[in-house]
């Protein structure tokens, strides 16, 4: 795979998919489909690599984490995880107080 356009590589560090694969389309020509599978395939690799040319415009965050873009919020990780975890401690005591009622 051809490495992607620094704009391409910018959007994707700041979390924006969607603008990641449009400006892949724009740049490349490709349709959705393509297009959205080569992001998704940069994703899955890690952190997408400019070429030689391209890597002083690539906003590079050393941390592993996306960059955010102003007044973007971080989004939490594991609520999902915590919600599912209450739920199931919320069962368990339901239970627990219909069997000893």
């Known amino acids: 795979?051809?490495?992607?356009?620094?704009?391409?590589?910018a959007a994707l560090q700041r979390g924006n998919k969607i603008e990641a694969i449009k400006r892949l389309r724009q740049a490349s020509g490709l349709g959705l489909k393509e297009a959205k599978?080569?992001?998704?395939?940069?994703?899955?690799?890690?952190?997408?690599?400019?070429g030689a040319d391209a890597g002083a415009n690539a906003e590079?965050?050393?941390t592993g984490r996306a960059s955010l873009?102003?007044?973007?919020?971080?989004?939490r990780r594991g609520s999902l995880a915590r919600l599912l975890?209450?739920?199931?401690?919320?069962a368990a005591v339901?239970?627990?107080?219909?069997?000893?009622r």
């Open 1 to 9: 795979m051809d490495p992607l356009p620094a704009d391409v590589i």
């Open 37 to 50: 599978d080569a992001v998704e395939a940069a994703e899955a690799a890690g952190l997408p690599h400019a």
């Open 60 to 62: 590079t965050s050393f």
């Open 69 to 75: 873009a102003p007044g973007e919020v971080p989004r």
């Open 85 to 90: 975890l209450a739920a199931l401690v919320a």
């Open 94 to 100: 339901l239970v627990a107080w219909f069997q000893f």
